[in-house]
């Protein structure tokens, strides 16, 4: 069954409801109660249709939104995966033992990169972080690599990386829940139902700057 | 800052018995010659509409006498009419003085570890007020209480950052429909800015009524008594929301309960903030000789203490 065909039905009633009127309006002739009943039907499919229209293109418009938030998401995603390159070939600079770790980062990105849609974007970033924490702490080991300055360039940009996926996230959650009260209120419900609206999720997206901030960017460990 | 309780003993040590002896016995004597004047200037406007209705009368004797009210009218009218007003100014006059010899002590007291400076009869340059997404027009411009507070760096230093902020009114000529020209008042009220050593990523108007273009959206955040409380638009929300944080948005929230409505702009590098009410200012029946008023004292230098703090504790905002 068509998802659209409970809103098929519902426009086809007021539609109906209308034409009825219409109809009850033309036999005024025969009796006032046609008159009367013929502009109440038509007045109530109207206002009913009205009210269809607006709820069904609000609920639309914070759907786009919910879209519009997951892009703004992605963007982050890409720079963080991005800024990856360089802060491997920064840590094999110093870290050279550490191939293992730093050649799986690597793979990872790549994957992420070639993935095709947000929600393969997402998932693959969740699996990244470990290892791009892994990366980052290396730093701990190595003195040189925590004092230099491209690797704390490279940690600054990644810590603004990681507040403005945070912040995407955050605008994305509050799209989600917006959107999800509105198709879950009385009469909304009744619309979102027999159009086909199904409740939003929210994402989980890992960050790193639960992490970043043990990196003291003055070299010491704070 | 100091507590409150602190503040009202150091206050206490500041003024002497013998001035507030002075300054009521000086308001005694004006509540005296007051409670003669008005009923004086009452019994006079009767006295003048009786001989009016007198020397109007058909019966009147006299013509042309009616001339002499006027000669009437300067005596037994503006007289008391003169020493009601001069009595009225001198009240405030004294508000003005008492305000000048204990503001320094006080906001030196207030202002413990801060480096600032004050002075009463400056106010903020017009040139920034018309820089400031405030302005729309205006024929005339005023203010006082100028305050600009060193905004500290982590380690306590003071910083090349600087709020600044006074009282300000602006006024415009209008004209109505008819004709009339009426004075419309397009600012009144606490006006503050910082300007910072970069440049913002995004605009940001927290209740800022004319920042509107096609560009800006409305930020609608994970915070329902914020959305209800603050209408926050913006030009890129990710931006703004980095500089919105959590706790900035609960501190924002804080600072509504605390000093009312007011707004801020971030634009380009500057921050721009308007309070709803006047420094350093009572309402007139209150502009009293007592502890009320150095309250208020208190409260605003804790009120902008707490937005200078806000300001320097957001790394979001000040190290962008």
Partial sequence: MNKNAGLSWLISGLVFAFVLGIVFLCLWSFSVVFIVLGTILMLLSFVNGMILIGVYNKIVKHKNKINESLALIDIQLKLRFDLIPNLVETVKGFAKHEEKVLTEVIELRNQAINATNEEEIIEDANNILPKLKQTVLLAEDYPKLKADSLFLSLMQDLVDIEDRIVAARRIYDSNVTLYNSLIQIFPNNLISHAAGFKTAELIRIDTAEKILPKINFDGGKE | ?320
Avoid at chain 2, 291 to 296: A, G, H, I, L, R
């Fill in chain 2, 1 to 320: 800052m100091i507590s409150k309780e602190e503040y009202r003993s150091k206050v206490a040590s500041l003024i002497n018995e013998s001035e507030i002896q002075a300054y009521e016995s000086a308001k005694r004597k004006r509540k005296r010659i007051l409670s003669i004047a008005l009923p004086l200037e009452f019994a006079a406007t009767v006295i003048y509409v009786l001989m009016a209705l007198f020397l109007f009368s058909d019966n009147s004797i006299h013509p042309g006498s009616q001339f002499s009210l006027i000669f009437f009218a300067l005596p037994i009218w503006l007289i008391p009419t003169t020493i009601t007003i001069v009595l009225v100014s001198f009240n405030k006059y004294d508000w003005k003085a008492y305000k000048r010899k204990y503001i320094d002590g006080l906001l030196s007291m207030l202002f413990d570890g801060y480096k600032y400076t004050y002075d009463g009869k400056k106010f903020i340059d017009s040139s920034v007020f018309k820089e400031s997404p405030y302005y729309t027009y205006y024929d005339h411009y005023y203010g006082e209480d100028l305050i600009s507070v060193n905004i500290p760096n982590d380690d306590g230093t003071p910083s090349d950052t600087i709020f600044n902020l006074s009282d300000l009114v602006a006024t415009a000529e209008e004209k109505d429909q008819d004709g009339h020209t009426k004075t419309v008042t397009v600012f009144d009220g606490l006006f503050g800015y910082i300007e910072f050593p970069f440049e913002f990523k995004c605009t940001l108007g927290i209740n800022h009524k004319f920042l509107f273009d096609k560009k800006m959206e409305k930020l609608t955040l994970e915070d329902i008594a914020f959305n209800k409380g603050f209408k926050a638009i913006t030009n890129n929300p990710v931006e703004a929301l980095v500089i919105l944080t959590p706790s900035m948005i609960q501190k924002l929230k804080t600072l509504k309960d605390k000093i009312g409505w007011f707004s801020i702009v971030l634009i380009n590098n500057k921050l721009y903030m308007e309070v709803r009410h006047d420094l350093f200012e009572l309402k007139r029946p209150k502009k009293e000789f007592n502890e009320e008023v150095f309250d208020k004292i208190y409260e605003d230098v804790s009120n902008i203490l707490s937005i200078v703090e806000e300001i320097k504790t957001n790394n979001k905002i000040f190290k962008m």
